[in-house]
T-cell receptor, first 119, second 116 residues
């Protein structure tokens, strides 16, 4: 069974602060995929990143960075110099490989972290 | 035009009514999914379909049914809506061809359903 835990229900920061959103996962698959999605107040899901289990390189995209550590089963997301526009719910998700029986391509989502960035 | 569309975008209905939520895609994908989002619970899979003749239950299928009318269309029905089915519903699609062992899911804009 797969499980994704986002222990932080809500985080409030002041603009320009750095903030890290935690994600811990559980899976029996040796090949798996991790994701982060952003859900702004308008409600749509915005894909941010996908990381393969065999690629532990950290990634940076502008003010966003991701730290993938298989040893601790974590895939944390950091926003540097946060802005009001970053206010949203952020979801971490996990999927197995498509070749696994039982629909390996299904996404298992965490419960989300509500990020509020204030002026 | 959006690749994955959902209709209606918002719906308010009463307990006991039959409701159908529709999803259409122009991406040519074989796989389609229905998820439900509740506050504090994230998204949970209701049903998924790998092609027109292959429909599977997800983790929370009770009270729901689906129909895959064509490759491009996947409908979710609530035969007799109840208040705890009030939620945000997302449709998603993904390709069948294997690339790196995973195919990205593309989400529709969501349907906000309220059952009174």
């Amino acid at each position: 069974a797969q499980k994704v835990t986002q222990a932080q229900t809500e985080i409030s920061v002041v603009e320009k602060e750095d903030v890290t959103l935690d994600c811990v996962y559980e899976t029996r698959d040796t090949t798996y995929y991790l994701f982060w999605y952003k859900q702004p107040p308008s409600g749509e899901l915005v894909f941010l990143i996908r990381r393969n289990s065999f690629d532990e390189q950290n990634e940076i995209s502008g003010r966003y960075s991701w730290n993938f550590q298989k040893s601790t089963s974590s895939f944390n997301f950091t926003i540097t110099a946060s802005q009001v526009v970053d206010s949203a719910v952020y979801f971490c998700a996990l999927s197995g490989p498509i070749w696994r029986t039982g629909g390996g391509n299904k996404l298992t989502f965490g419960t989300g972290t509500q990020l509020k960035v204030e002026l | 035009d959006a690749d994955v569309t959902q209709t209606p975008r918002n719906r308010i209905t009463k307990t006991g009514k039959r409701i159908m939520l529709e999803c259409s895609q122009t991406k040519g994908h074989d796989r389609m999914y229905w998820y439900r989002q509740d506050p504090g619970l994230g998204l949970r899979l209701i049903y998924y379909s790998f092609d027109v003749k292959d429909i599977n239950k997800g983790e929370i299928s009770d009270g729901y049914s689906v129909s895959r009318q064509a490759q491009a269309k996947f409908s979710l029905s609530l035969e007799s809506a109840i208040p705890n089915q009030t939620a945000l519903y997302f449709c998603a699609t993904s390709d069948l061809s294997e690339r790196e062992g995973y195919n990205e899911q593309f989400f529709g804009p969501g349907t906000r359903l309220t059952v009174l």
